[in-house]
């Protein structure tokens, strides 16, 4: 099982991202997949979660309305795009696949947004 982030990187306020989430070994398009993040010296948080169909989605207040994910399951990818990135979206991504029992992580991407 692999679940491997890209699309991190250094970004000024303002800015946008689009992080991607590849996976395998899995049987994707049964599992809900969720984008983590967590802060320097602070706990990992939920940022936005989709379900396995891709019609659901949960977002993170401090999220929402900048942040998209959505998910290509002929293609096993997730996405996260990041808009009107803010200095407190500073984090180490991490990508999440959930289904039952079963739970699996990446390793995570680093966002930095400064200028």
């Known amino acids: 099982v692999q679940l491997v982030e890209s699309g991190g990187g250094l970004v000024q306020p303002g800015g946008s991202l689009r992080l991607s989430c590849a996976a395998s070994?899995?049987?994707?398009?049964?599992?809900?997949m969720t984008w983590y993040r967590q802060a320097p010296g602070k706990e990992r948080e939920l940022a936005a979660t989709?379900?396995?169909?891709?019609?659901?989605?949960y977002y993170a207040d401090s999220v929402k309305g900048r942040f998209t994910i959505s998910r290509d399951n002929a293609k096993n990818l997730v996405y996260l795009q990041m808009n009107s990135l803010k200095p407190e979206d500073t984090a180490v991504y991490y990508c999440?696949?959930?289904?039952?029992?079963?739970?699996?992580w990446g390793q995570g991407t680093q966002v930095t947004v400064s200028s």
């Open positions: 999440y696949a959930s289904y039952k029992g079963y739970a699996y």
């Open positions: 989709i379900s396995s169909n891709g019609i659901s989605s």
């Open positions: 070994g899995f049987t994707f398009s049964t599992y809900a």
